[in-house]
């Protein structure tokens, strides 16, 4: 079973642009979680979305947006980059929320993408 | 702001000793998880915990929720250089439903 694959791996972009990361999850998983992970503020959550909805939301301003497709498949768009930007962007599928909990069923994590903003 | 402390921040211990990583926070959770990550791959869930003062055991390693789902503990028996890595909590806080990252708790086990 092929693994969550994130493209592209490594980014570099300059300030004020904008940049699309993707994220393909296992097959038949429904959900997919964005997380940004920085050396100084560690993995936070930036959102969840299952069946093309968002259904979870962390504290990121309006620049961080992302949408699913009809596939599963996801992309997070950062728009007018700025330094603090720069960090690992992870993404992880599960098969599904809890709807007990309103926890994701096990995540998988894919291998991030390295963004670098100069 | 919700935060979830981890403690200690980075461990260094030999081959055989045992460990205790903490995972503290004033939030109450509905769950929280344990994962690992290793150098340039994404983190690996290892357990989820739901029920206030829950166990679990993975082999040589302990999870225990707190009785109060406000906190955790990950115990490793007899570390092995293969344990080397970062540990993370993660807890999904209870109304909100937003999920929440521990500081980490970065570990070396020497041959």
């Known amino acids: 079973k092929a693994g969550v694959t994130q493209t592209p791996r490594y980014l570099i972009k300059t300030r004020g642009q904008q940049v699309t990361l993707s994220c393909s999850p296992i097959s038949g998983h429904r959900s997919v979680s964005w997380y940004q992970q920085t050396p100084g503020q560690g993995l936070q959550f930036l959102f969840e979305?299952?069946?093309?909805?968002?259904?979870n939301k962390g504290n990121f301003p309006g620049r961080f947006s992302g949408r699913q497709f009809s596939n599963s498949r996801s992309e997070m768009n950062v728009s007018t980059l700025e330094l603090g930007d720069s960090a690992l962007y992870l993404c992880?599928?599960?098969?599904?929320?809890?709807?007990?909990?309103?926890?994701?069923?096990?995540?998988?994590f894919g291998p991030g993408t390295r963004l670098t903003v100069t | 702001t919700q935060l979830l402390e981890q403690s200690p921040q980075f461990l260094s211990i030999q081959e055989g000793e045992n460990l205790t990583v903490y995972c503290n926070s004033s939030?109450?959770?509905?769950?929280l998880q344990w994962y690992r990550q290793e150098p340039g791959e994404g983190p690996v869930l290892l357990v989820t915990v739901v029920t206030g003062g829950e166990v679990k055991k993975l082999k040589r390693l302990t999870f225990q929720f707190g009785d109060a789902r406000k906190d955790s503990s990950l115990h490793i028996t007899a570390a092995q250089p293969g344990d080397t890595g970062l540990y993370l909590c993660?807890?999904?806080?209870?109304?909100?439903?937003?999920?929440?990252f521990g500081t980490g708790t970065r570990l070396k086990v020497l041959a």
């Open positions: 939030s109450v959770f509905s769950s």
């Open positions: 979305y299952f069946s093309e909805t968002q259904r």
């Open positions: 993660r807890g999904t806080t209870s109304g909100t439903y937003k999920y929440i």
């Open positions: 992880a599928s599960s098969s599904g929320i809890r709807a007990e909990t309103r926890s994701s069923y096990e995540q998988y």
